[in-house]
C-alpha cells in the first residue's frame, strides 16, 4: 500500500491543483489535499497520512507544526513582510492594501495576484472559499518567527525568482532550505522534491 502525502495548498490555488502536480511529480505516492483555511493546520495534525507537505501559505502553517512526521514544504516562509527581515519580500503596506482590495473587489484581487506571481489563469467556474481567503491575508499580517529545525526527511524547497521571497534571507531561518532556478510555480519545486525523494532513497 503506497505512503499518503497530505497536502495543505497555497493561498488562491484552485482546489485539485496541487494534489494532481503532485500526483504526476511523485507517482510513488498517494495524494491528498485540504485547502488553506482556519482548520486545515488541525485537519493535517489529525490526519493518518505519513507525510505532510504545503505549498507557500500551505508551507507557512506547516512549518512550526508539532508534529514528528516528514515535511515537504514548496515556497514556504516564515514571514511575508519584508521588514520582518525572515524571508519575505512583500511590503507591509502592500498587505495591506491587498486586504483592504480584497474585501472590496475580491475577484480583481485575486486576478492581481496571481499575474504578479506568474499563475496560471483559473477555471472559468472556480469558486473560492472567500472567508478562508481573508483569513489567510490576516494570518499574513501576523507576526512571524523563524522555523525550528524540521522533522527527519523533511525538504523545505524555495525558488530563487520566487516574487514573494528574499531566498537569502529565508534560508537563514529555515534549515536546510534548498533554492533553485524557479519562480513561485509548485511544477519546478515539486520535480526537486522528487529528484531528492531519490536520492533519499
Do not use: Y
Request: glycine share 10%; net charge negative.
Amino acid at each position: 500500500m503506497r505512503q499518503t502525502i497530505l497536502w495543505i495548498t497555497g493561498w488562491a490555488v484552485p482546489a485539485g491543483q496541487l494534489r494532481r502536480c503532485a500526483a504526476e511529480a511523485l507517482p510513488e505516492f498517494a495524494h491528498e489535499e485540504i485547502p488553506a483555511g482556519p482548520g486545515s493546520l488541525a485537519a493535517a495534525l489529525s490526519s493518518s497520512a505519513g507525510m505532510l507537505g504545503g505549498f507557500s501559505f500551505g508551507a507557512h502553517l506547516l512549518l512550526h507544526a508539532a508534529d514528528p512526521r516528514p515535511r515537504f514544504l514548496l515556497a514556504p516562509f516564515a514571514d511575508l513582510k519584508t521588514e520582518a527581515g525572515l524571508g519575505g519580500a512583500v511590503a507591509t503596506t502592500q498587505l495591506r492594501q491587498q486586504l483592504r482590495w480584497f474585501k472590496r473587489e475580491p475577484d480583481a484581487a485575486l486576478a492581481d495576484f496571481r499575474a504578479r506571481i506568474g499563475a496560471e489563469p483559473p477555471a472559468s467556474d472556480e469558486n473560492h472559499d472567500r472567508p478562508s481567503l481573508l483569513w489567510g491575508l490576516e494570518q499574513m499580517l501576523a507576526p512571524g518567527r523563524a522555523a525550528d529545525t524540521l522533522p527527519v526527511g523533511s525538504h523545505a524547497i524555495a525558488g530563487a525568482q520566487d516574487p514573494l521571497l528574499d531566498t537569502g534571507l529565508l534560508a537563514r531561518g529555515i534549515p536546510g532550505l534548498r533554492i533553485i532556478d524557479a519562480g513561485h510555480q509548485m511544477h519546478p519545486l515539486l520535480a526537486e522534491l522528487a529528484r531528492l525523494r531519490q536520492i533519499d532513497a
